[in-house]
C-alpha cells in the first residue's frame, strides 16, 4: 500500500522558513510519480502551489518552493506571514494504480 | 477562466447512492488533454482521491471505492458526474471536482477546484 507522510503540523515565527516533508513508502510513489504541493486555508479549496516537485505555477509567490531528496520531497515557505497559517497537502499522481495519493496534511502554525 | 461548480443531494440516507454533478464554465470537458477528478474530506480530516475520468472517457479509480464509484461524462451538459453506491456514514465529507491537465503547465497536477459541496449520510 502506497502512502505519503507528512508531520501532523509545524510552526515558526514570521520572516521565518519553515520546510514540510512528504515522504513515499511503499511503491515510492514520490520517486516515480508526479509531486505537487497544495495550501487549502480553513473553509476554502485546496489550492495548487508546486508541480512536479519543483514548479510554481503562474501567480504563485516565489516565497514558496519544492524540492527532492531521494523518496522525501519538501515544500519551503520563506518569509512566514500571518495569512501562511493553513493544512498544507502534498499529492503524488501518477497513471498506474493507485494513480493519486494525497499525504496527509500538515497544519501551520504562524506564531 | 475555467470555473467548476459542484452540485447535487446535502443529505443521503445510508445504503442509498450519492449523486453529484460538477459543472465546468469557460472551458470544454471534451478538450483533449484533460483529467477531470472527483475529491473529498471528511470533517477536520485530509483529502481523499476518489477517482477520475479523461477526456477520451476512460476512468480510474481509487482502489479502495473502486467497486462503489462511477464517474461519467455528459458533453451535451459539459458537466462530469459521480455516483457511490451503498453509502455510510464514513462516506460523510465536503466533495469536491478537480481538473489536472495532461500536458500543458501546470501539469499533472490540481489546477482548479470547485468550491466544494457538504454531503451528509443520515438517516
Known amino acids: 500500500q502506497s502512502a505519503l507522510t507528512q508531520p501532523a503540523s509545524v510552526s515558526g515565527s514570521p520572516g521565518q522558513s519553515i520546510t514540510i516533508s512528504c515522504t513515499g513508502t511503499?511503491?515510492?510513489?514520490?520517486?516515480?510519480?508526479?509531486l505537487s504541493w497544495y495550501q487549502q486555508l480553513p473553509g476554502t479549496a485546496p489550492k495548487l502551489l508546486i508541480y512536479d516537485f519543483t514548479k510554481r505555477p503562474s501567480g504563485v509567490s516565489s516565497r514558496f518552493s519544492g524540492s527532492k531528496s531521494g523518496n522525501t520531497a519538501s515544500l519551503t515557505i520563506s518569509g512566514l506571514q500571518a495569512e501562511d497559517e493553513a493544512d498544507y497537502y502534498c499529492?503524488?499522481?501518477?497513471?498506474?494504480?493507485?494513480?493519486?495519493?494525497f499525504g496527509g496534511g500538515t497544519w501551520l502554525t504562524v506564531l | 477562466q475555467v470555473q467548476l461548480q459542484e452540485s447535487g443531494p446535502g443529505l443521503v440516507e445510508p445504503s442509498q447512492t450519492l449523486s453529484l454533478t460538477c459543472t465546468v464554465s469557460g472551458g470544454s470537458i471534451s478538450s483533449g488533454g484533460y483529467y477531470w477528478s472527483w475529491i473529498r474530506q471528511p470533517a477536520g480530516k485530509g483529502l481523499e482521491w476518489i477517482g477520475r475520468i479523461y477526456t477520451r472517457g476512460s476512468t480510474n479509480y481509487n482502489p479502495s471505492l473502486k467497486s462503489r464509484v462511477t464517474i461519467s461524462p455528459d458533453t451535451s451538459k459539459n458537466q462530469f458526474s459521480l455516483r457511490l453506491t451503498s453509502v455510510t456514514a464514513a462516506d460523510t465529507a465536503v466533495y469536491y471536482c478537480?481538473?489536472?491537465?495532461?500536458?500543458?503547465?501546470?501539469?499533472?497536477?490540481?489546477?482548479?477546484w470547485g468550491q466544494g459541496t457538504m454531503v451528509t449520510v443520515s438517516s
Open positions: 478537480a481538473r489536472a491537465k495532461e500536458w500543458e503547465e501546470p501539469s499533472d497536477a490540481f489546477d482548479i
Open positions: 511503499g511503491n515510492d510513489v514520490v520517486v516515480y510519480n508526479y
Open positions: 499529492c503524488s499522481y501518477g497513471g498506474s494504480s493507485p494513480y493519486v495519493v
